[in-house]
């Protein structure tokens, strides 16, 4: 069964571990993920790009394979099946086909369309995650150098109920650049705290 991320990031904060996030693009990299974490007996969450999604025919094509492959596999650890950095139109998509989780970028663009996406997802049951700051490198066209996220920001939209945050402290997308300056975990505390 497909769950919402919410129970198993809490679980994971609490007990200090992470949980693997793995962007699937086709049914084997689906297999493989699935697999692996039922091996290691792991909570995983399955993202899926606005890209990969239309490469793979839509968001109700890749929420009807994942639920078959996971059935027919027999996985018994939480799964999650979440849109990665979702515009407005993306993320109500997506929720419309049966994902389990969501992320939603529209923090700097428009406060009340996060609002009414956090409280579209808990009326679905799923969880939501919203984006502060930016993750560096590039993904479906999306270049960010990696700015800090701003405390203030991200208490700004842990208020309004978020289930949790994609928060900019250094990290990135793809290949790491010779001149990177790491995970600043400075901020990350910094955030935690606000």
Same mark, same amino acid.
């Given at each position: =069964?497909?769950?919402?991320?919410?129970?198993?990031?809490?679980?994971?904060? $609490?007990?200090?571990?992470? %949980?693997?996030?793995?962007?699937? !693009?086709?049914?084997?990299?689906?297999?493989? %993920?699935?697999?692996?974490?039922?091996?290691?007996?792991?909570?995983? =969450?399955?993202? /899926?790009? $606005?890209?990969?999604?239309?490469?793979?025919?839509?968001?109700?094509?890749?929420?009807?394979?994942?639920?078959?492959?996971?059935?027919? =596999?027999?996985?018994?650890?939480? /799964?999650?099946?979440?849109?990665?950095?979702?515009?407005?139109?993306?993320?109500?998509?997506?929720?419309?086909?049966?994902?389990?989780?969501? =992320?939603?970028?529209?923090?700097?663009?428009?406060?009340?369309?996060?609002?009414?996406?956090?409280?579209?997802?808990?009326?679905?049951?799923?969880? %939501?995650?919203?984006?502060?700051?930016?993750?560096?490198?590039?993904?479906?066209?999306?270049?960010?150098?990696?700015?800090?996220?701003?405390? $203030?920001?991200?208490?700004?939209?842990?208020?309004?109920? /978020?289930?949790?945050?994609?928060?900019?402290?250094?990290?990135?997308?793809?290949?790491?650049?010779?001149?990177?300056?790491?995970? !600043?975990?400075?901020?990350?505390?910094?955030?935690?705290?606000?």
């Amino acid at each position: =069964m497909l769950l919402s991320a919410t129970e198993m990031s809490n679980k994971a904060h $609490e007990r200090h571990y992470a %949980i693997g996030a793995f962007n699937i !693009n086709n049914l084997e990299w689906t297999k493989a %993920i699935l697999a692996a974490a039922e091996e290691a007996k792991s909570p995983v =969450m399955l993202g /899926v790009s $606005e890209g990969a999604a239309k490469y793979m025919c839509g968001f109700k094509t890749v929420a009807a394979m994942v639920k078959e492959i996971h059935d027919a =596999m027999g996985i018994t650890v939480p /799964v999650a099946l979440h849109l990665d950095h979702g515009s407005y139109e993306g993320a109500k998509a997506a929720i419309e086909a049966g994902f389990t989780s969501v =992320m939603f970028d529209g923090f700097e663009e428009n406060l009340e369309k996060s609002k009414e996406m956090i409280a579209l997802a808990h009326e679905k049951g799923l969880s %939501i995650e919203c984006e502060v700051g930016g993750i560096g490198g590039e993904e479906d066209g999306v270049v960010s150098a990696g700015e800090l996220a701003d405390p $203030e920001e991200c208490k700004t939209i842990a208020d309004l109920g /978020v289930d949790f945050l994609a928060a900019g402290i250094g990290n990135i997308h793809g290949k790491y650049p010779a001149n990177w300056a790491g995970l !600043n975990f400075d901020r990350l505390g910094e955030i935690q705290n606000a």
